[in-house]
């Protein structure tokens, strides 16, 4: 291991007591214990209910649930009990025009507070909530609404105005929702205002709640690997998302937190608003985008606690510099996480300078639901690994035959099957489905090694993985190799063929802002992966770029770097970042 393990501080000197401990980790554990602590007398188990209403009929009612700031800096706050109340109105309204159980209901919205009476509305009726990320072009929302077959779309005005080509390719949309916070809209034809909808539906909602095993979300995949794909959960996953929120990002009663993702992705349901409200916690919301200085304002003016965020995020908040951080005060951080991508062994020692703790990296994706290996607040942090299983959860490397390798061989990241927010179907391929799952496990595809004491270090997407001269090389140890040079911004390595080697390793550079790309830094930079890696492994090229292609959700898109420097078709570039 290159970078040392990251101790605790002693008991006495944390802040809290943090909820998981070393024998909860290691010893056996039912996801049974779980569901038990959550059913109440009702014995509901859906999302609404454990992240919402049960709260509303608690001494959490008036609790604030959501505080969120909009673009202009104003911020407004809701209780348990105020979204309990508007995704009553919310289910009224859907039943209204008759949707039901099972129905698709779209939302391509701003992160916007009634985003979430339109969430929990949709799931309390027992529909299917899919949330589209606000800055797809056309195409992309337009592909998404015909899979799923979408009966209902909410929208805005401006993101509306978007997509107005597409429309008419949506035989299967009937009602479009329309919310408008000025007030000003003029309301077209199938569409419905969604303000004066609510003010006309009663806050009192009489149906039944959906059961554990009716679906309740899709979410299609990053496309960092191919074409989206929409992965279904049902509402069982609910006990996933409160466990973990409490084992991984370790929520007390008065935290205030902040999840940055964006309710399009996975991460932004799941830790945006499953999480955190089936715990009870409070969350901030911030609409606006990345720009240093606000979110270090964010984090001040909230005294945000507890902060789950993403590699990309933190590469520029790098790149803005020590300084930048500095001009704010950051001390009511108590615990800091990661998701989305590998997070370099430099961005972790970063965190330790800049906020003085680690951040702690964790491993799920769209598929799984929820977190299944984490660092935890407990356990000391080693650089560069995801961390060790959730409890309840099983997690191995398989060889090629997808039987079990021993500690320290490189494989296939599997999951045993069974965890309660694993996905239950992608939608229309069932078949491609059933591929996923090889000799009784769930194949992530992923590739990963464990070490000794069980800790699990990310190798690469299977797709990523580099055959070299006889090596096989994972990008993300070439890729934290050279962001370790103080001018790499961000890098991208990928697997060149080559008529000897088989490939060989390239490697695409951003620098920071004042450097320049020379020959000589080209040198260094190879004499850097050199030395840390081995010759083999370093990048026989290297190629500078302003930025590197990422998706929608900040991940680097390497498929995209391999095909235009073979040009070949790029493929899938709906969740492609304009850079
Ligand atoms: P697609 O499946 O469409 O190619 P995607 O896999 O990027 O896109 P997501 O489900 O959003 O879609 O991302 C999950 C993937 O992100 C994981 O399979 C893994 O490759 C990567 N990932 C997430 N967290 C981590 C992490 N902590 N370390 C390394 N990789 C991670
Ligand atoms: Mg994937």
Redesign the pocket.
């Known amino acids: 291991m290159d970078y040392p393990e990251i101790a605790k501080p002693e008991p006495g000197r944390m802040k809290v007591r943090p909820n998981l401990d070393a024998p909860a980790l290691s010893s056996g554990f039912d996801w049974q214990q779980i569901e038990n602590e959550l059913r109440d007398k009702t014995g509901e188990i859906n999302l609404p209910y454990l992240a919402i209403d049960r709260h509303a009929t608690s001494p959490r009612r008036d609790k604030p649930a959501l505080i969120w700031e909009g673009r202009n800096g104003k911020s407004e706050c809701y209780s348990f009990g105020d979204l309990a109340l508007a995704s009553n109105r919310f289910a009224n309204v859907l039943s209204g025009f008759g949707i039901k159980k099972g129905d698709r209901v779209f939302t391509f919205l701003e992160r916007v507070p009634e985003l979430y009476a339109v969430v929990f509305g949709t799931l309390k009726l027992g529909a299917i909530i899919g949330p589209l990320f606000a800055d797809f072009g056309p195409e992309p929302v337009r592909d998404r609404l015909r899979d799923a077959g979408a009966r209902v779309l909410v929208t805005s005005p401006t993101l509306k105005a978007h997509i107005a080509d597409i429309l008419a390719e949506l035989p299967e949309l009937e009602h479009i929702i329309i919310v408008d916070r000025s007030r000003q809209y003029a309301r077209g034809e199938k569409e419905i205002l969604f303000h004066q909808a609510m003010d006309s539906a009663s806050p009192d909602f009489t149906g039944s709640y959906p059961g554990a095993d009716d679906y309740a979300i899709m979410h299609?995949?990053?496309?960092?690997?191919?074409?989206?794909?929409g992965?279904v959960h049902i509402h069982r996953a609910a006990i996933q998302h409160y466990a973990t929120g409490k084992w991984v990002l370790d929520f007390h009663e008065n935290d205030i937190y902040w999840c940055t993702a964006d309710p399009g992705?996975?991460?932004g349901t799941s830790y945006g608003m499953f999480a955190p409200w089936t715990n009870g916690i409070t969350q901030v919301v911030y609409e606006g985008g990345f720009r240093a200085s606000a979110w270090y304002s964010i984090i001040e003016k909230y005294r945000v606690t507890v902060w789950y965020t993403a590699?990309t995020a933190i590469r520029m908040l790098m790149k803005a510099g020590e300084v930048a951080a500095a001009h704010h005060d950051l001390g009511s951080l108590r615990h800091i996480c990661?998701?989305?991508?590998?997070?370099n062994p430099e961005a972790v020692m970063w965190g330790l300078k800049v906020f003085q703790q680690p951040i702690h990296?964790?491993?799920?994706?769209?598929?799984t639901g929820a977190i299944l290996?984490a660092n935890y607040a407990f356990m000391p942090v080693r650089p560069g690994s995801?961390g060790r299983p959730i409890p309840g959860v099983r997690a191995a490397i398989l060889g090629d035959d997808y039987t079990e390798v021993p500690p320290g061989t490189e494989g296939h990241l599997a999951i045993r099957p069974g965890w309660p927010s694993m996905f239950q179907t992608y939608w229309h391929s069932p078949d491609l489905y059933q591929s996923r799952f090889k000799n009784g496990w769930y194949i992530?595809?992923?590739r990963a090694r464990t070490d000794g004491d069980g800790y699990f270090w990310?190798v690469g997407?299977t797709d990523d993985v580099i055959n070299t001269a006889g090596h096989l090389v994972g990008p993300?140890e070439v890729e934290s190799a050279l962001i370790e040079h103080p001018a790499v911004a961000e890098a991208g390595v990928i697997g060149k063929p080559d008529p000897i080697a088989m490939e060989v390793v390239k490697a695409f550079v951003s620098l920071k802002e004042g450097y320049q790309p020379t020959p000589e830094l080209r040198r260094e930079l190879v004499n850097l992966t050199r030395r840390k890696l081995a010759a083999a492994v370093a990048p026989r090229e290297i190629e500078f770029l302003p930025s590197l292609p990422k998706?929608r959700?900040g991940?680097i898109m390497r498929r995209l770097l391999k095909a235009k420097e073979l040009g070949l078709p790029l493929g899938d570039t709906s969740?492609l970042e304009e850079f």
């Open positions: 299609y995949t990053s496309g960092t690997t191919g074409k989206p794909k992965a992705w996975v991460t590699p990661s998701v989305g991508e590998p997070l990296d964790n491993w799920w994706q769209t598929e290996i995801m992530t595809g992923d990310f997407r993300f998706t959700s991940k969740t």
